[in-house]
């Protein structure tokens, strides 16, 4: 018997759909009845995450609770969150839902461990609330790793938001690319996309190191929960 999927969604919105897609695809079904049952709500109101952390702004906090808690009402068994920076405010979605919350974060990690044996130098796409909240570097660093990040973040959040906004074209995604090839330059030796607005410009076959998508980690990881 498997497990119905909640997914805290909207942050942004082309990222949940890619998300939800991906569980689809990767899910061996053989007919409907053999995929899993996803609960989205995909809420694009919640409040900046960037903006939360880098500059005092609202905290998505209760708002992000709020949905976990609708999910859980509705019939999900565990939850999701479409967003990596989001995962700041993982504590008060378990403080106020009794289903287990399935992290990007450590999903990703634990496929950098299992799948990347030697790597020692990582380079993190991330936005500004995710390195502001320390959700990568710390346990990258904790495990052993070099991480370095972009060093040039201000055209990074002009893409993400650009993602947002509707842009995907190709000069979009050649400035992704290039965002990749110089953490390579820096020392890079695997590029984690730590935000899901990432993987919707930037392809394994564009980057000229190994690509980890947290977005693809966490896939894995919810099917493998929602089917044990």
């Known amino acids: 018997m498997t ?3 909640g997914i805290l969604g909207g942050m942004g919105p082309a990222a949940t759909v890619d998300l939800m897609a991906r569980i689809v695809a990767a899910t061996p079904a053989k007919a409907d009845a053999g995929h899993l049952r996803l609960l989205v709500d995909s809420n694009p109101a919640i409040p900046d ?14 708002a992000l609770a709020a949905m976990a808690q609708g999910l859980e009402r509705q019939g999900a068994d565990l939850l999701a969150i ?3 920076s989001a995962h700041a405010w993982v ?3 378990r403080a106020t839902t009794a289903i287990p919350l399935v992290s990007m974060i450590d999903a990703t990690i634990a496929a950098i461990a ?3 044996h030697g790597t020692r130098r990582i380079g993190l796409l991330a936005a500004d609330a995710c390195l502001g ?28 938001y650009g993602v947002k906004a509707g842009d995907i074209g190709a000069a979009a ?7 990749a090839a110089g953490l390579v330059v820096r020392g890079a030796e695997l590029i984690v996309a730590a935000c899901t607005e990432v993987p919707l410009l930037l392809a394994p076959a564009d980057c000229p190191v190994p690509l980890v998508d947290s977005t693809d980690a ?3 990881a919810l099917i493998a929960e929602a089917t044990r």
């Open 3 to 5: 497990r119905a999927i």
């Open 49 to 62: 995450r960037n903006d939360a952390i880098e500059r005092g702004g609202p905290s998505p906090g209760p």
């Open 82 to 84: 479409a967003c990596n």
């Open 91 to 93: 504590d008060d979605i």
């Open 114 to 116: 299992r799948d990347h």
């Open 133 to 160: 909240a320390n959700l990568y570097q710390a346990p990258l660093a904790a495990a052993g790793y070099d991480v370095l990040t972009s060093d040039d973040q201000p055209a990074f959040m002009t893409l993400v």
């Open 173 to 179: 995604r050649a400035s992704m690319a290039a965002l």
């Open 218 to 220: 966490l896939v894995h």
